[in-house]
């Protein structure tokens, strides 16, 4: 059974970076034709796909955040991990990763996701 | 970009049908997914694609798209499916961007 746990720190300063890695269990990141995707959800509002990298190094960025997202994939460690910059108090959610199947039939889902962190903003 | 819209919220008594929609110009060319989000817990995918449910998911979850607006039905309703439904798809820019629907509150009555 696949599994995904994030992990980083619950606070960061604003106008710094914020960090999270994403490890995937009982399955290879790089054996599959998957992407690996982060999803972000406010406190008490929906969600809303931040990006997804092809193990490959293929990624694609929510075009509203892209200036500052960066998503990158760990094969030796089946890991892939979150770098979002000059994070301000609107960045405070829960992160969630995500294993996000996506193809040019119209197919694109997420079927494996962590249980997510939650990262405050906050001096 | 395109949006996906959804009702804020719906009810319906136990035991019986109902059906959340998602409405948006990208479901004309991209298939919608519906996700189940109970409280404290990470969305589970409960419908994929034209009506495919992953392993596990009840029958009485089912999906269904007529042009721009795709529903979610579930048949039978039981008090653990109340709980927040969201949509999603793939833009119809051509690139891969995903968007998600603002989300379904369903209280079962």
């Known amino acids: 059974q696949l599994q995904l746990q994030e992990s980083g720190p619950g606070l960061v300063r604003p106008s710094e970076t914020l960090s999270l890695t994403c490890t995937v269990s009982?399955?290879?990141?790089?054996?599959?034709?998957?992407?690996w995707g982060w999803i972000r959800q406010p406190p008490g509002k929906g969600l809303e796909w931040i990006g997804s990298?092809?193990?490959?190094?293929?990624?694609y960025y929510n075009p509203s955040l892209k200036s500052r997202v960066t998503i990158s994939v760990d094969t030796s460690k089946n890991q892939f991990s979150l770098e979002l910059s000059s994070v301000t108090a609107a960045d405070t959610a829960v992160f969630y990763c995500?294993?996000?199947?996506?193809?040019?039939?119209?197919?694109?889902?997420?079927?494996?996701w962590g249980q997510g962190t939650l990262v405050t903003v906050s001096s | 970009s395109s949006e996906l819209t959804q009702d804020p919220a719906v009810s319906v008594a136990l035991g019986q049908t109902v059906r959340i929609t998602c409405q948006g110009d990208?479901?004309?060319?991209?298939?919608a997914n519906w996700y189940q989000q109970k409280p404290g817990q990470a969305p589970v995918l409960v419908i994929y694609?034209?009506?495919n449910r992953p392993s596990g998911i009840p029958d009485r979850f089912s999906g269904s798209s007529s042009g721009d607006t795709a529903s979610l039905t579930i048949t039978g309703a039981q008090a653990e499916d109340e709980a927040d439904y969201y949509c999603?798809?793939?833009?119809?820019?051509?690139?891969?961007?995903?968007?998600f629907g603002g989300g379904t509150k369903l209280t079962v009555l």
């Open positions: 995500a294993r996000h199947w996506d193809d040019s039939s119209g197919y694109s889902y997420f079927d494996y």
């Open positions: 009982g399955g290879s990141i790089s054996r599959s034709s998957y992407y």
């Open positions: 990298s092809y193990y490959s190094g293929s990624t």
């Open positions: 990208s479901l004309r060319g991209s298939y």
């Open positions: 694609g034209k009506n």
């Open positions: 999603n798809s793939r833009d119809s820019s051509g690139n891969l961007y995903v968007i």
